[in-house]
């Protein structure tokens, strides 16, 4: 069965800095990999996907996978107070079954 | 955009008594999904179902059936709750004719069994 574990649990970033957010999982058939983003009080949202090694960038957020390594990860650029929620990385097996880390709480501070 | 609606949105239960959780859709899709998250936990897989009158077990299905009567509708059912099953419930769904597509996410029961 597939393991996911995110690091770290919790993140503090100043408003405008970087933040990063890493995942790794166990199973090397793998094939589909999310980031999904939960505000307080809200259901996750999926924020981007990426399938192929290398980087994906969607305006300031880059997500890179790196399959032989078994890591994924996500880092946003220029933080704002609106990115503060909790993170999850979410792998997709051949079922349409997703596969959740237990999640990165991200806090931008103003 | 894809809708996902839960009810009820909060519940209070006693020890030993059934409960039941909803989810509707509208997007047509052919996934739908029961997830429980605990803190700490992220979210954990209870049931999940491809087609109507059909459902599967995931990671944690212990203690839970599920229904799919329709392919817009999917229940979780606790036959006799119990203190471990407060919990945040999410259903979601999926279209599923390719794997690499996004789940949607309804906003969330919190369920407290006392």
């Known amino acids: 069965q597939q393991k996911v574990q995110q690091s770290p649990e919790s993140l503090i970033v100043p408003e405008g800095g970087m933040a990063s957010l890493n995942c790794t999982f166990s199973?090397?058939?793998?094939?589909y990999f999310w980031w999904y983003r939960q505000h307080s009080g809200e259901g996750p949202k999926a924020l981007m996907s990426i399938f192929s090694n290398g980087d994906k960038k969607e305006g300031r957020f880059t997500a890179h996978l790196n399959k032989a390594s078994l890591h994924v990860s996500l880092h946003i650029k220029d933080s704002q107070p609106s990115d503060s929620a909790l993170y999850f990385c979410a792998i997709m097996s051949n079922y349409n079954v997703l596969y959740f880390g237990s999640g990165t709480k991200l806090t931008v501070e103003p | 955009e894809a809708a996902v609606t839960q009810s009820p949105r909060s519940k209070v239960a006693v020890t030993g008594g059934k409960v039941t959780l909803s989810c509707h859709q509208t997007n047509n899709h052919d996934y739908m999904y029961w997830y429980r998250q605990d803190t700490g936990h992220g979210l954990r897989l209870i049931h999940y179902s491809y087609v109507a009158d059909s459902t599967e077990k995931g990671d944690i299905p212990d203690g839970y059936k599920a229904s799919r009567p329709s392919q817009e509708n999917f229940s979780l059912i606790l036959e006799l709750a119990s203190l471990s099953q407060t919990a945040v419930y999410f259903c979601?769904?999926?279209?599923?004719?390719?794997?690499?597509?996004?789940?949607?996410f309804g906003p969330g029961t919190r369920l407290t069994v006392l």
């Open positions: 199973d090397r058939n793998s094939q």
């Open positions: 979601a769904s999926s279209d599923g004719r390719k794997p690499s597509y996004e789940q949607y």
